[in-house]
């Protein structure tokens, strides 16, 4: 059989995409391959789990309206499936007078977002969080935290219930388009299927190679380390405590996240990883690596922000550092109070002009669509990202 739309990827904006195009095409032939057992094995099953607000993106950009819209359609979602949520806000401290100085620029960017911020000084930051000091800090009370795996699963359980299949244990060996559909080969079968969406991840660059679309950019994978704070200090923090970003930094920088299961996170960091899909400590593989070793643009985004990079190393190969720099916000916190938690590894789109592909990056062919850069907040954009997507596909259908 020829599907009418086959899609490639099992994370949540696959999934989002699926489901989109299953429910705005009733009856059409759907197709999803994940090749892992099971879905959303990789960076939707590794994040911190936060419905972002969108208060750090530029005003009037893609991104802050996916966002915005997103953490909507996410909470919304949740209610209709009887998915848990909670609203617990997020507090942006100011550690310093640098960091003051940003965190005024932040208020009014988040007023031209349209979300709703509050100033509060020092004093009333003490009386929110006995635990956290700063300077003042901003309040986001729309930011709240979810399980983005029971997200993913909903997500799945709607694209089969529209009739869609899901080919599990399905890695792509190879993608050749002719005239009216595409050849999508697996290492045991092959399908073919009028559109293809490819939501790739750590492998988008690779699979859009794969089928012959010409790139400039490549997936860097960065390793985010989290520790969980011991469960005697569960009620540590009411709201989400992050940093004042740096904006000459690619990376937000470690904060403290409450859990869906009333635990308390603390991080990422973010440290060049060698290996794209592997979670250990110190993992390594010879072709992630020698990818990104092997491209101009990788040594040209580092080179500006080396010093940061071996920040982020000390961290990563010390708890007392990483705990240091948790210490800024949460003095009270210990070394006993760190357990390790599982990594993260985010796909980060490097240009091969050095700069980091901040927005969502897309790769068009006659019959195929790819998601070549899907950045951080991707769980929490994914439904309007799938709507973009199926949008996209549907313009070719005319």
């Known amino acids: 059989m020829i599907y009418d739309y086959g899609v490639i990827g099992g994370g949540i904006v696959g999934l989002a995409a699926a489901r989109e195009i299953a429910k705005a095409r009733p009856g059409a032939a759907m197709v999803l391959f994940e090749k892992e057992a099971a879905i959303s094995r990789h960076q939707t099953g590794h994040n911190s789990g936060v419905i972002h607000s969108g208060i750090y993106y530029a005003p009037g950009s893609f991104k802050a309206r996916l966002c915005r819209d997103g953490a909507l359609a ?23 007078a640098a960091e003051l100085t940003r965190m005024e620029a932040l208020y009014e960017r988040a007023r031209e977002n349209a979300i709703e911020v509050e100033r509060i000084d020092a004093k009333e930051l003490t009386r929110r969080e006995p635990n956290i000091v700063g300077l003042a800090a901003l309040f986001v009370p729309a930011t709240a935290i979810v399980d983005y795996k029971r997200v993913s699963t909903a997500l799945a359980d709607d694209f089969k219930a529209a009739g869609g299949n899901v080919e599990l244990s399905s890695e792509i060996v190879a993608i050749e388009e002719e005239a009216d559909a595409v050849s999508v080969s697996t290492r045991s079968q092959t399908f073919r299927t009028r559109r293809l969406i490819v939501c790739g991840g750590l492998q988008a660059d690779r699979i859009a190679q794969m089928a012959g679309v010409a790139i400039s950019h490549q997936i860097v994978p960065f390793r985010g380390e989290y520790y969980t704070v011991n469960p005697r200090r569960a009620g540590l923090i009411n709201a989400l405590i992050y940093p004042i970003p740096d904006p000459e930094l690619p990376f937000l920088g470690i904060h403290l996240t409450r859990t ?88 980060q789109a490097v240009l091969r002009d050095g700069s980091f592909a901040h927005d969502f990056l897309f790769a068009e062919t006659a019959r195929t669509l790819h998601v070549c850069n899907a950045p951080s907040p991707a769980a929490t954009s994914a439904i309007p990202i799938g709507r973009v997507i199926a949008s996209k596909i549907f313009e070719r259908d005319k």
């Not at 290996?275 to 020698?290: G, T």
């Not at 990079?309 to 990563?316: D, P, Y």
Request: glycine share 8%; proline share 5%.
């Open 74 to 96: 996410t909470k919304l979602f949740c209610a209709e499936h009887g998915i848990p949520f909670e609203t617990c806000g997020k507090l942006l401290v100011a550690a310093s």
């Open 260 to 347: 869906m299961d009333r635990g308390v996170i603390v991080g990422p960091n973010a440290v060049l990883g060698l290996a794209r899909e592997k979670y250990q400590k110190f993992s390594f593989e010879a072709r992630d690596v020698a990818s990104f070793v092997a491209f101009p643009g990788f040594w040209r985004a580092i080179r500006p922000h080396w010093r940061s990079g071996l920040r982020e190393f000390r961290n990563a190969l010390s708890k007392r550092a990483y705990l240091e720099e948790c210490r800024k916000y949460c003095p009270s916190l210990t070394i006993e109070d760190l357990e390790p938690a599982v990594a993260g590894i985010r796909a």
